[in-house]
């Protein structure tokens, strides 16, 4: 049994939910003869970005989506606390595993309803996906990371990236997207890239300045157009338009695609040279390793545990938020770099990308966690 807060949607005959959580739990349903899904139920048509299951062995059970930013959107996760702990309680009848993906809003009570309240009969363990080394995480963050440092949930956690005084029981472990056949296929594509200039740069996520695409669009301002052949946005937010309003300077080069399915972001993460994310906060984002697959070397921001995996001088180029540095000068630096330089960064970061294949996560959860 699975508990998060992934946003999942219909079209009348099929649910689709958010298509890098579907794409592993369809992987880790494989190894149960059954899986349930407590996650929310979204009004409206699922975008591109989201896709069903393939795995017929998985059900899918609704809760209200809850949270927000507003004060209204925060009461509504007191109200809706009765239903989603009597579905919660409901579906667990006959697991004999069970996973809470955090953090989320509804964490803030679920933690502590499998700490105390809910008949342990199953093997409990969290994915916290967030960035466990926040400074200054959320308030509703910053305790449920405080709940499983102190192990109140008393369970294994799973989480991004090996950090000073990490207690016992949380578990470093790589975040899966990609299989095996990735792996090979994106060692074919890494061997047909020139690393000569022009250069394909894509970015993949939400379409906002936390992200860092206002900093990309003002250094492509400063940047030799001729050092440029396309770049990427994929993604959707509500100041997309207001971005390619932006990027018209570029003409031709700039593309925004939306959000795209599984498929399709591989297949621009395949002709990239570079992948950019000059991200103000993250945990490890899925898709740098499936940038790395395709030996796209990453030009990123050291938040969440990125520089973990990403090694300035070795297999990427980091930037650091307080550093010296502005984004563009790290940037610059990466596309000026000589051939036969970014030639082999790229080839390093193939290996970063071995290590979030699911074949590895059944692994590491068979030895580290289901025991």
Not at 256 to 276: K, P, T
Not at 315 to 326: I, K, R, T, V
Request: charged share 25%; with cysteine; net charge positive.
């Amino acid at each position: 049994m699975i508990i998060s807060h992934t946003a999942h949607f219909s079209d009348g005959e099929r649910v689709a939910g958010w298509g890098p959580t579907v794409r592993e739990i369809d992987h880790l349903a494989d190894r149960w003869d059954q899986v349930v899904h407590v996650a929310c139920l979204h009004a409206g048509e699922p975008s591109p970005g989201m896709r069903p299951y393939t795995r017929r062995n998985i059900r899918f059970v609704p809760i209200a989506p809850t949270g927000g930013a507003k004060l209204r959107n925060k009461l509504g996760i007191i109200f809706e606390i009765p239903a989603v702990l009597l579905k919660v309680a409901r579906s667990l009848a006959g697991a004999t595993h069970v996973q809470f993906r955090a953090p989320t809003s509804i964490g803030v009570y679920l933690l502590p309803a499998f700490s105390f309240l809910f008949s342990r009969r199953f093997l409990f363990w969290v994915k916290y996906a967030g960035d466990w080394g926040a400074r200054k995480p959320a308030l509703s963050y910053r305790f449920q990371r405080w709940w499983l440092k102190k192990n109140f949930a008393r369970c294994p956690v799973t989480i991004n990236g090996s950090w000073p005084d990490q207690p016992q029981h949380c578990i470093s472990f790589e975040n899966p997207c990609l299989t095996d056949d990735d792996i090979s296929k994106g060692k074919i594509f890494q061997k047909q890239k020139q690393f000569s200039g022009p250069f394909r740069l894509a970015f993949v996520g939400r379409l906002e300045d936390a992200k860092g695409v206002d900093q990309i669009i003002e250094v492509m301002k400063t940047v030799d157009p001729d050092l440029i052949e396309r770049i990427d946005f994929v993604g959707d937010g509500p100041g997309r338009r207001e971005y390619e309003r932006r990027c018209k300077f570029l003409g031709r080069k700039a593309h925004f695609h939306g959000f795209l399915d599984s498929e399709g972001v591989h297949r621009v993460l395949s002709r990239a040279h570079f992948f950019v994310l000059p991200s103000s906060s993250e945990g490890f984002p899925k898709v740098v390793a499936e940038a790395a697959c395709y030996g796209g070397i990453p030009i990123v921001s050291d938040v969440g545990s990125i520089g973990h995996f990403v090694k300035d001088g070795t297999n990427g180029f980091l930037w650091e938020l307080a550093g010296p540095d502005p984004f563009g000068t790290v940037l610059k630096r990466a596309i000026s770099s000589n051939a036969e330089e970014l030639e082999r960064r790229s080839q390093n970061v193939l290996h970063l990308a071995s290590a979030f294949t699911f074949e590895n996560y059944r692994r590491k959860l068979e030895s580290q966690v289901l025991i």
